[in-house]
């Protein structure tokens, strides 16, 4: 069930800016995750991701939390403007997302790197179930004894360039948000991988 063009003009229009965006985060997402991962076995690639650490630092809380308010704006418009009943698994999204937009804000003020050991499983266990509301958006099938007759989970409400959905939206969201929060601040994600290691102490010797 993927609605297509019965759509207001706004809401049609705000769905193709909120899926644009989302598909560009995912791009950043999975860049930052494919350096990280040749970071592992390449100094340059871990020196590249150091910089872009250093360059986050002090910012990723705050970009945390915009990321945050406009998934907990956006659902909040599909649900009060636009008039999308949210199912159960969009429940489940919020009840991960909508805490997010106030601890990631305070933190943010108060400048509590801390909050990442809280945040970060939250936004982690809300990705898990945007991931599989997503795959059941594909093949409902997952979805049997689950949902609501009158708020279907597999059903699209938005479907925009054949593959950018409501789940899809708030998946990239969540990781978004994970990733904003490991690169501000120590964690192994910045951290130098142990070739760049070995090649200083070859330096020193």
Partial sequence: MRPTSRYPLSVNTVSTFLAVGAIALGFIVLSIAGLW????????????????????????????????????LGSLYY???????????CWYQRIAMYPLAMILGIAAFRRDRAIRIYAIPLAAAGGVISAYH????????LAQGTCDLFAPC????????????????????????????????????ARP?????????????
């Fill in 37 to 72: 991962m040749v970071a592992r076995v390449s100094s340059g690639a871990s020196r590249a991701l150091q910089r872009l650490s250093e360059s986050v630092q002090g910012y990723g809380l705050w970009l945390a939390w915009v990321m945050a308010v406009v998934a907990t």
């Fill in 79 to 89: 649900s009060e403007v636009a008039g999308f009943t949210p199912c159960e698994y």
């Fill in 134 to 141: 997503y795959m059941i958006q594909h093949f409902p099938s």
């Fill in 154 to 189: 597999s059903a699209a409400y938005v479907w925009k360039f054949d593959f950018v959905s409501i789940p899809f939206m708030a998946l990239v969201a969540f990781a978004s948000i994970i990733t904003a929060l490991a690169l501000d601040g120590p964690s192994a994600l």
């Fill in 193 to 205: 991988s142990s070739i760049d290691e070995v090649s200083d102490s070859e330096e020193d010797s």
